[in-house]
């Protein structure tokens, strides 16, 4: 799989950005990687990308957020908290896993990982942290 390494949050929040621009309606993009290796700086630039205005912070707290105005809506979720992937379901979030006319970029995927075999459009980019301004970022998007 495609490897990059970025040496600032700069740098991968241009990435995030080419991903947002090549992004296609339908993509769900999961991200996973430890506390602070750049998931949500590579958001931030992939909801520039898709051309909203917004500025992305981390959802950690409100699970969702949603940002309009672009190409595409995009939700923006982070499953740092969530106990099963069942919750998900609960909250009435399915629609994020199958997003029509959308994007959706799921921080921590990977506590949802029960779902994937079931998200024929699920993208997968892991994130490194290497030292205090390198990140190694692995992605499927080859090309990107
Ligand atoms: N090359 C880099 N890419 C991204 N972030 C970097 C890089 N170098 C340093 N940083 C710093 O690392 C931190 C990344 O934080 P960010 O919130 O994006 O991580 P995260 O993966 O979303 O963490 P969390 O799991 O807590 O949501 C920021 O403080 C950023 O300034
Ligand atoms: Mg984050």
Known sequence: MPTVR?????????????????????WVIGLDGDLGAGKTAFVRGFVRGVGCGARAHSPTFALLHEYRGGRWPIFHLDLYRLGSADELHSAGLDACLNPTDAVSVIEWFSRADSLAPFLPSLHRIH?????????????DLPGL
Do not use: N, V, Y
């Open 6 to 26: 970025t040496k600032s949050p700069e740098e991968t929040e241009a990435l995030g950005e080419r991903m947002g621009r090549a992004a296609q309606a339908g």
């Open 127 to 139: 994130f490194r942290w290497i030292d205090e301004f390198t990140r190694e970022i692995t992605h």
